[in-house]
């Protein structure tokens, strides 16, 4: 019955806003764990993945996992019809 109620349509949508941009800003911070923990592998005194591997897969996954949730985390908020 709450589907027939006025500004429900809003409050969805808002809700479905809110939900896209909060799983944005889980992205970045996923993106940032890569991201760091590949510059740790590089740190670590007993070595780490080879140059290679970082170069096409490590640090370039961190920076689209990164740009992807910055995308979703920076949605407009949506506009009342």
Do not use: E
């Not at 429900?8 to 996923?30: N, T």
């Amino acid at each position: 019955m709450s589907n027939n109620l006025p500004g429900s349509d809003a409050a969805k949508d808002y809700r479905h806003h809110r939900f896209l941009v909060r799983m944005g800003q889980l992205i970045i911070a996923v993106g940032i764990l890569v991201g760091l923990s590949h510059w740790i592998a590089h740190v670590a005194i007993t070595g780490g993945p080879p140059g290679i591997q970082d170069l096409f897969i490590g640090y370039p996954t961190a920076a689209v996992l990164m740009i992807l949730g910055a995308v979703l985390a920076g949605r407009a908020t949506p506009k009342k019809r």
